[in-house]
């Protein structure tokens, strides 16, 4: 039988949990960093870098999106407000392609704008072989140089199923990021890790798996934030 190599496959975004931002993020041969974008008041070019270090060119394909959470889930729309450029490149092995992300207006407003690039390696076919390609979504931030800060409140409420939906809206002017938040029930269960970006003005929902769960009952969130640690105590009915 003809032997099938499966690539990594590597998925970042805002949902996953991931603190994005930092660092950088590897597949198969391909490497990018960083793995978010910030513009600050003025600012209206940014770069990330992307690498190859596999023994064959690889081509990659980028696209940017409006990012939204209505109702709590992940919306991306396509945008010219933000630009990728060049948008498709193929990087021989062993090189790197600086990419540049290219702010079209001034930023405006009080309130921070959230996009998304998409990082997309387009594979190549050979029979005999799957291969599945990077598929990589950094976070865009921009910012008018307003004061902003997040402002979220917490809730939970039975969902069904031995789960709860866990709630965060945020009332504030910038994005929120946690991680390893986790859920423990009144009889000590403890949910999965988790956490994700919550932008400004909008709100974040996830569904979690617990046992023990009762309607009087409450529950237990615990994290990190990027705005200092999560501890708090919620109603299964919604309020703290």
Known sequence: MTAIRLRLILIAAACAGLW??????????????????????????????????ADAPATVQLRTFAWSQPGGVERLAPTDAV???????????????????????????TVEQAYRLTVDEIPVLVPGRLNVALHLSLPIFVSSGAAVRA???WSARPAGGGAIEL??????????????????????????AFG???LPGQEKRWRI???GLDRAGQVALKGAGDQG?????LALDGQP
Do not use: C, K, W
Not at 35 to 49: E, H, K, P, S, Y
Not at 173 to 187: C, I, K, P, Q, Y
């Open 151 to 153: 402002q979220v409140a």
């Open 167 to 192: 709630v965060a809206r945020n009332s504030g002017t910038r994005h929120a990021r946690f991680d390893g938040l986790s859920v423990t029930t009144r009889g000590g269960a403890a949910s999965a």
């Open 229 to 233: 640690d999560v501890n708090v105590t």
């Open 196 to 198: 994700g970006y919550v």
């Open 83 to 109: 630009v990728a450029s060049p948008p498709i490149v193929t990087i021989p092995p062993g090189r790197e392609q600086v990419i540049r992300v290219l702010l079209r207006r001034p930023a405006s407003g």
């Open 20 to 53: 994005l931002g930092i660092g950088e993020a590897r597949a198969g041969g391909l490497e990018v960093a960083p793995i978010g974008v910030d513009f600050n008041a003025g600012q209206m070019a940014q770069i990330i870098t992307v690498t190859n270090r």
């Open 209 to 211: 798996a617990a046992r």
